[in-house]
């Protein structure tokens, strides 16, 4: 029988912390509503994207200093 196991994490560790989940659910909030927008200050269009939506909670959950792992390098 082969030993099943994650490579790079510990068993039983969160990738995502609690408040970084918070916050993604609160983009997807405010995207249902219509009032997320992308960009500086709110300037940017309307956010229909569910990607993007979730990119911008993450995004806001690693400035406030949430559990979120660093973006790829691209």
């Known amino acids: 029988m082969p ?3 994650s ?4 068993s ?3 990738k995502y912390g609690r408040a970084a ?3 993604v659910a ?3 909030r405010r995207r249902k509503k219509g009032t997320l927008r992308s960009g500086k200050a ?3 269009g309307k956010v229909k994207s569910r990607k993007q ?5 993450l995004s806001e959950a690693r400035k406030k200093g949430a559990k979120v792992p660093r973006k790829k390098a691209a």
């Open 12 to 14: 039983g560790t969160r």
């Open 21 to 23: 989940g918070k916050r």
């Open 3 to 5: 030993q099943r196991s």
């Open 42 to 44: 709110g300037k940017g």
């Open 53 to 57: 939506a979730i990119a911008i909670g």
């Open 7 to 10: 490579p790079s994490r510990k």
């Open 26 to 28: 609160s983009a997807m």
